[in-house]
């Protein structure tokens, strides 16, 4: 189990992604225009998605150093 500073850093991570996938961030890129061929909406939900993967695997594996 996780403790001290990367289970707070987790909790961060974890926040910050309830707001970005909050519907009021999640329109703003709710448009027509087409990002390398596909909407938006998908290419940002995608990209927030293995962001915070990305960020959760590092701190996992980096821990409370």
Known sequence: MHTGL??????????VAVLLFNYPIVSLFDRPEPLAGLPMLYVTIFAIWGAVIAAMAWIVERGSR
């Open 6 to 15: 990367a289970t707070q850093r987790l909790v961060a991570v974890f926040l």
